[in-house]
């Protein structure tokens, strides 16, 4: 096979020299990035005033919760609940899932992948929506000052790095274990991790409640992870898990099923006329303007500000590993220009400011939403399943915060 594998010479350097656009144009191209920021180069005037506010079917009584956390309990607003409480039960329940996956692969190749996977990510904070109200359903919530925070952020990030170390040394001892068929000491191992990590999490975080107040009449079994997450390897109508995902043991399992565009936004459009708003897991930071809170893929002209093309679509995106800086967030309307939907209206649950997202920005960059089984428009019913491998780039978006 011919050697692809080439030095860039000097010459190639000279040519690009003597072909480079040395042009008025471009040098104030160059002179506005310098001064005032590539963004503000790029901004796309024209574009902009084509933007206006109008919403017709804004939701206006939220019957959705503006905490991801708890999308599944209603508190009625009685109360501020201790998110200290939920995170030292987060990193319990993600531990215990740590050693039970590392117990399953305790027989494979300790550079198998899912062995490399599951042992690069060790504790990684943030999770899917139905792993947080799994906890709830579990453990209950308590009043935000029966279990305050104590933590900068400094000494967080910390302790997170040393639960991640500790996780990895109890891998090398269940794995020693097992090599020495001695099941009964595996197990003992696995209870003494779990117990020196309660030990270290009530020092840091201090010690749950006992007594937690249980949210009754969840709505956990009537939603549904809807995605639009196209590519060669993930097919239209079709339910997915991913292995190895996060998950509280013995509660329902992570699961989306992948529309079509048309219908993923039909199944919101639903939900949105019925007067609930739509939990959506997008990007945070592609072709936004943040100071006209907008998010518009025209919006700043990258390519004839820079001189070539930035074009990809969502399914090569995803599948050619583009870094997805992903977040959730409230979809409270939607505007209709000649039965074509042209626009949504976003909420920031954490500042409750409000921003525009055109549709074409929605299509390409929002990818799940969490709707409730009623209103999505292919039924959920013998639906053909598959179980995703561990490494699949749609990984990340599992994870959002």
Known sequence: MDNFRKEIKNSLVDTFRELQDKSLYRQDIAKKIKEKGLNFASFNEE???????DFSNEVQNFKTSFDFKIIAFDTNGEFEYSENYLLFWEIFEKANNFLNNIIELSNNDLNERN???ILDRAIKLNSNWLFYNSLIKKYGLVNKDAMPSNLVNEDFDRLIDLISLKMRQSAALI??????NSDKMLNVAREKVLKDLFNLLTYCLGEPPVNSIKLENDLLGDLFTIANLPGNSREINKIYRI????KVENYPEYKFINLSFDDFTKSVINQIDNGTGVWVICESDKMSDTEHHLYDTEIFNYNETLGTCFDLDKAKRIDYCEKLNIRSALIV????DNDRVTKWKMVNPKTKETYILTNTWFELYVYKAI???KYILKSLKNVEEETLPAWDNINSILYTS
């Open 371 to 373: 709707v409730f089984k």
């Open 47 to 53: 574009e902009f005033k084509t933007i206006d506010e």
């Open 175 to 180: 794995r020693r274990f097992k090599e020495k």
């Open 243 to 246: 292995k190895y995902s996060d």
């Open 333 to 336: 309307a939607y505007h209709r």
């Open 115 to 117: 062995n490399h996977f």
